[in-house]
């Protein structure tokens, strides 16, 4: 947990080009900045993606760093404590019961939100319900 109250993800690491690594004679210092790596160099995706990503990561921990503040730093222990052991338990009833962790999303924060996975149970992308591809995999 990071003491952090950054409500939005931090940006990606910018990696150095040629360009800010250039010495005198417009070459890559290599001792000072180290290799040259033209993976960095070509980076083709923006920054958004990265901060999607981390959206969730970084809302979480400012909730837990505002706990750690208020109430002291036991607040923020014991709620990841009880996040744990609500995901290593094992339930006797899983196999009967639709695949959603309700403790977690109440420790989570997200027992007031709706998303595809409460209404549809996971099968947002299941098999097809198509009559005429039926009948068209059956030779008919």
Same mark, same amino acid.
């Given at each position: 947990?990071?003491?952090?109250?950054?409500?939005?993800?931090? &940006?990606?690491?910018?990696?150095?080009?040629?360009? /800010?690594?250039?010495?005198?004679? @417009?070459?890559?210092? =290599?001792?000072?900045? @180290?290799?040259?790596?033209?993976?960095?160099?070509?980076? =083709?995706?923006?920054?958004?993606?990265?901060?999607?990503?981390?959206? /969730?990561?970084?809302?979480? &921990?400012?909730?837990? =760093?505002?706990?750690? &503040?208020?109430?002291?730093?036991?607040?923020?222990?014991?709620?990841?404590?009880?996040?744990?052991?609500?995901?290593? @338990? =094992?339930?006797?009833?899983?196999?009967?019961?639709?695949?959603?962790?309700?403790?977690? /999303?109440?420790?989570?924060?997200?027992?007031?939100?709706?998303?595809?996975?409460?209404?549809?149970?996971?099968?947002?992308?299941?098999?097809?319900?198509?009559?005429?591809?039926?009948?068209?995999?059956?030779?008919?």
């Amino acid at each position: 947990m990071d003491p952090s109250l950054r409500i939005v993800p931090a &940006n990606a690491e910018k990696s150095a080009s040629v360009k /800010d690594t250039a010495n005198s004679l @417009g070459l890559h210092d =290599t001792l000072r900045h @180290g290799p040259r790596s033209l993976a960095a160099e070509v980076q =083709t995706e923006g920054g958004l993606k990265g901060r999607l990503e981390n959206w /969730d990561a970084t809302q979480d &921990n400012a909730k837990l =760093t505002l706990q750690r &503040n208020i109430y002291g730093l036991h607040a923020p222990m014991r709620l990841l404590m009880e996040r744990k052991i609500v995901t290593q @338990g =094992t339930n006797p009833f899983a196999a009967a019961m639709a695949p959603s962790n309700l403790h977690l /999303d109440i420790l989570m924060g997200r027992d007031q939100t709706i998303e595809p996975v409460d209404i549809f149970l996971g099968m947002e992308s299941g098999p097809s319900l198509d009559v005429h591809e039926g009948f068209g995999k059956k030779g008919m």
